[in-house]
């Protein structure tokens, strides 16, 4: 009788025993937290990150030289203009490529890409959080921009050119013509290239090549000879208004007579003086018993 009392009890405790155990070490799978350290009453667990183990519920991770979430650093960057070549109020969308320090490259949007430009308001009137750059500005014939480009640490330019179009082909850009007559096209005797509706003696083209304004008969370019004290043989040459960064290039000619004269370019001149709007020289070989002066303006 003893023995059958006992052998129930003794098979009840282990099964007891066999239950709490199990439950001790079975746990559910499921998605973890990504490298947390997750605690309960039966277990202690230091959590995989994605798919390097456990269960995962991101897409198939790709190994990059051997590593999965390798940290890469950029070592250079490269920005472009398309176009390269933009006319006045026209535009050009700016982009980058990026290196990085594995070697691989990096398309770069023109938003991901910080800009700026030195030569903003002109020929550079603005660019955009986009990297949409818009022309404008004074721009008289052809003149260069420069873009700079800056990207997690790396820097780069890139350089454009800003043209001004001139769709009546008669020397004077259109912008000139709309800003100072509302008209892209000669419409009467004031804006045509000859015209001169201000009454200077200088017409609309010298004007437009001058940087002048044509409705103004105030803007003028004037050129002073006058004797310099104590030195007979030389002359002292001013000339104004000059324009400063359009392209503008001013050379100073001289002729020995005017009865079909041919004017040269001045080869006897002391260094140049300027104060921004006017330029000063001194003819150093002012022997000539007659010696005409002028100035010749050109754009590129």
Not at 149 to 176: E, K
Not at 250 to 260: H, I, R
Request: hydrophobic share 40%; glycine share 10%; net charge negative.
């Amino acid at each position: 009788m003893t023995v059958n009392t006992l052998g129930p009890a003794v098979i009840a405790l282990v099964a007891s025993c066999l239950a709490t155990f199990a439950s001790s070490v079975i746990t559910t799978s499921s998605i973890d937290g990504g490298g947390l350290h997750a605690t309960s009453a039966n277990y202690a667990i230091d959590n995989s990150i994605g798919g390097m183990g456990g269960v995962s519920s991101t897409s198939a991770d790709t190994n990059k030289n051997g590593y999965i979430g390798q940290l890469t650093e950029v070592v250079s960057v490269v920005v472009t203009s398309q176009p390269d070549a933009v006319a006045v109020s026209g535009t050009a969308q700016l982009s980058g490529v990026a290196t990085l320090d594995d070697s691989t490259l990096v398309a770069l949007s023109g938003a991901d890409v910080n800009w700026s430009s030195p030569n903003e308001p002109s020929p550079v009137s603005s660019i955009n959080s986009n990297g949409l750059l818009t022309a404008g500005g004074f721009v008289y014939a052809v003149a260069p921009a420069v873009v700079n480009g800056y990207y997690l640490g790396a820097t780069s330019n890139a350089s454009l050119s800003v043209f001004a179009p001139d769709t009546v082909g008669d020397g004077i850009a259109d912008w000139w013509r709309l800003a100072y007559f509302g008209s892209v096209t000669p419409t009467n005797s004031s804006n045509c290239a000859t015209c001169d509706p201000d009454g200077t003696g200088q017409n609309n083209l010298f004007k437009y090549v001058a940087g002048l304004n044509p409705t103004n008969r105030s803007s003028v370019f004037i050129l002073k000879v006058a004797p310099v004290a104590g030195q007979p043989t030389q002359k002292l040459l001013t000339y104004s208004p000059i324009v400063v960064g359009s392209g503008q290039v001013y050379a100073v000619q001289f002729a020995t007579n005017l009865v079909g004269a041919t004017y040269a370019n001045l080869t006897t001149a002391s260094a140049l003086s300027t104060n921004g709007s006017q330029v000063s020289l001194n003819d150093t070989q002012a022997t000539q018993t007659s010696k005409f002066y002028r100035v010749n303006i050109s754009l590129p």
